[in-house]
């Protein structure tokens, strides 16, 4: 046995690991089967939308959908082909970036606006250990402030600089004031809720300017528009989730596999991954041929547009010295930032959501066959872990015997690399589509926002004569269809995947999407059992 194999096969399992998740591809299947051959026409309709709307078209059960979203069986084919690799995150040693930045003793001319009572409030809601929680509620910060996206960026990029001066600022004296939790786990590994562990992300190697960041954030959140749900909100929500999304896995692992450049590259591109969003979908620029469906080919007409605002501002034709976040960096990490940054973006574009989940299985494949074990589902040592130890470049040595083929050596690592690579970039893709994830009741307040702005949509297209858009007819879109169809399909499958990637998932996260779905299912049996089956109005329904 190589040192490689005796180094990462360790306390893995061969068995039947990976039987889970071809339990739940299976069940998926046949589910998808049941809905087509019942008679609720209501039911097949709101699958249908929302299968068409996330890039799986609604044909025969043993066709492209069949193929795309459930793959092959693990077992009889591991030699599915290798995905187009992007612009992978870098594993090589961190860049030396000086001292500790000089920028600690700055708050927003905003922060100093609030009241006393605001900041205290504000102060605990953007504690470090309460902006990584899952239970989050951007609404409470929203509440005591409209620039949402600037308090939670500000708080996320610049931490832990942010949570230092806001309390500072609310006890120069170093006294604690009545209501403020100054616990923020400044210094280390401190529990944050429960059993978890907020950790750091060492940005103050980066050289970041508080101002230039809270310049840009401002910038971009001024360009968002009042949508009811693609807005500043919505930004701000997904940068947070994303960041709790990262505090889920094992520090050591992540940060083995993904440097502060990468990490603060994943999060800045969260702030302005919706910039400028009119309000309607990629189909219906296409289907009204729009200025923007026309300038981008059609091609993740809305991702590419919001890519194309944020980097302007960073690094095209408005770049301006007040918002050049990037002005310390190197050319190097310039470029790489941006490639994060565009194919994170561009990752969020939901017609390839499917591709995504079947590149990110086969590359899984790729692993194990590299590994001559089965990874997933192993509770013992988690992918992220076996990557973390076959990437890490600060101890080379770990990861292979001097007897290797070198060639060999390195179509392994290239695997890794890719799939820790697709896996972390897809964060921003989760962290996007997470709302149903959440509480009920932050869960309820994302549907209504989301079925207000596609109801908006259906009408204009109706008004157009335009074919009306999947899940935007307002006369039969159910509230209750669309979220079950949406929850099983879409969110479950993917966040039941980045549990068998991120263990902690499976705890924190899945509970919450089954007693959502379960709710989802009761106010739809309630409603069948009184036969109203007409259009749900967003305020009529009742929570169970």
């Not at 998926?28 to 039911?43: A, G, H, V």
């Not at 302005?272 to 296409?286: A, E, I, M, R, S």
């Not at 079925?451 to 009408?459: C, I, N, P, R, V």
Request: aromatic share 8%.
């Amino acid at each position: 046995m190589s040192n490689r194999e005796s180094t990462t096969g360790r306390r893995l399992t061969s068995s039947s690991s990976s039987s889970r998740l071809k339990s739940m591809k299976e069940s998926l299947r046949i589910s998808i089967l049941e809905i087509e051959e019942s008679d609720d026409e209501q039911c097949i309709t709101c699958l249908r939308d929302v299968l068409d709307t996330y890039g799986v078209q609604s044909q025969t059960p043993g066709g492209r959908r069949d193929a795309l979203f459930f793959g092959r069986n693990r077992v009889s084919d591991r030699r599915a082909h290798r995905s187009p690799a992007g612009g992978d995150i870098r594993f090589s040693e961190r860049s030396d970036y000086g001292d500790e930045s000089p920028h600690c003793d700055y708050c927003p001319k905003e922060w100093k606006e609030l009241t006393p009572e605001a900041q205290t409030k504000l102060a605990n809601l953007l504690s470090w250990q309460n902006l990584s929680k899952w239970e989050f509620d951007i609404v409470e910060v929203t509440e005591l402030t409209n620039q949402p996206l600037l308090f939670v960026g500000w708080a996320i990029l610049c931490e832990p600089n942010a949570v230092e001066e806001m309390q500072s600022s609310i006890y120069p004296l170093g006294v604690n004031v009545a209501g403020v939790n100054r616990n923020n786990n400044l210094g280390g590994m401190v529990p944050s809720s429960g059993t978890s562990y907020a950790y750091h992300y060492d940005f103050d190697r980066l050289n970041i300017d508080p101002r230039a960041v809270c310049n840009f954030l401002r910038e971009v959140e001024s360009r968002y528009k009042p949508n009811p749900y693609h807005n500043n909100i919505h930004a701000a929500d997904v940068t947070q989730s994303l960041h709790c999304l990262f505090q889920l896995m094992d520090e050591k692992d992540f940060l083995r596999i993904c440097n502060p450049v990468a990490i603060f590259s994943l999060l800045l591109a969260a702030t302005f991954h919706d910039v400028g969003h009119p309000g309607t979908n990629n189909l219906f620029q296409k289907n009204a041929m729009t200025p923007l469906a026309i300038k981008y080919n059609d091609v993740s007409v809305l991702e590419n547009m919001h890519s194309a605002i944020g980097h302007s501002l960073l690094m095209g034709d408005e770049k301006h010295e007040l918002w050049d976040i990037f002005e310390a960096w190197s050319k190097e990490d310039k470029i790489h930032a941006r490639s994060i940054m565009v194919s994170s973006i561009l990752g969020t574009c939901m017609e390839g959501h499917f591709e995504t989940l079947q590149t990110l299985d086969s590359l899984i494949d790729k692993v194990e066959e590299n590994l001559g074990v089965d990874i997933v589902g192993d509770e013992t040592q988690p992918i992220l872990s076996v990557l973390a130890e076959t990437l890490d470049t600060a101890n080379p040595s770990k990861k292979h015997g001097e007897d290797e083929d070198l060639s060999k050596r390195s179509k392994d690592e290239d695997d890794h690399r890719e799939l820790a690579d697709k896996m972390i970039k897809m964060l921003l893709h989760a962290a996007d589509i997470s709302n149903p994830a959440k509480a009920k009741e932050t869960a309820l307040y994302w549907t209504d926002c989301a079925l207000s702005e596609f109801f908006a949509q259906g009408d204009k297209e109706k008004e157009m004569g335009l074919p009306v858009s999947p899940l935007c007819d307002r006369s039969t879109v159910t509230r209750a269809d669309s979220q079950i169809g949406f929850i099983r399909f879409v969110v479950q499958p993917t966040f039941e995947l980045l549990g068998e990637m991120i263990p902690r998932v499976k705890d924190v996260i899945i509970p919450k999407i089954d007693a959502n779905l379960a709710s989802w299912y009761r106010l739809k049996s309630k409603r069948n059992s009184t036969h109203s089956l007409g259009s749900a109005s967003l305020g009529s329904v009742t929570e169970e």
